[in-house]
């Protein structure tokens, strides 16, 4: 889907020189976690393809552009509905976020798509700076915790997966999950912190100049007392 998506709108916006893709990615395309071998093998193959196009953007030197923003969990109707060959009805692994919070930072990507990627939400950014540095630790707490908080204490029951044919055809299930309660309690414990993150990712550009330039004027002062 999104290959074929990505180039439908490549065949319109090349001959204008002109438009934005956002990649819709997650935590997962950098982290895979268990009970999610398919999911998360099909965003680490999204996040090559979206390295490779923007790469190939680059060179041809277009003003086309593309950005993926990496999603924390999201409380949609996905899990009522995905293929699941467990004995217990799936749910997101927590913190949950509603799906207005996923939009909002979908929005901001494309109207600034300079950036290659957007990191969204503090479990995102944390879970992503911990497997770059200890992936190893990560694949053992995931082996501890990543099953029983992805499965509810609800047995399945008359599940239809969507993954051969549509299951919502007849029906609009609208954007959230089941998860609405669990996504407000995680609000109030983690929203300050996505708060803080979100600033510092859509503002990072000026942080970091900030940063150079306090280094800078620390090392000339430095110098200047010798």
Known sequence: G???A???ALRRMLPRDHGTIVQVGSAVAYRGIPLQTAYSGAKHALQGWHEALRCELLHAGT???TTMVQLPAVNTPQFDWVLNRTTRSPRPLRPIHQPEFAARAIVHAAD?????????GASTAATLMLNAVAPGLLDRYLARTGFAGQETDEP??????????????HEDRGAHGRFDKDAATDNRHYGAADAVQGWISRHHTALAASAAAAAASAGAIARSRR
């Open 112 to 120: 600034h798509p300079a950036r290659r990627e957007y990191w969204v």
């Open 63 to 65: 003003h086309v552009r």
């Open 2 to 4: 999104y290959v074929y």
């Open 6 to 8: 990505t180039r439908a």
């Open 156 to 169: 399945l029951r008359d599940w239809r997966a969507n993954l051969w044919r549509p299951v919502d055809a």
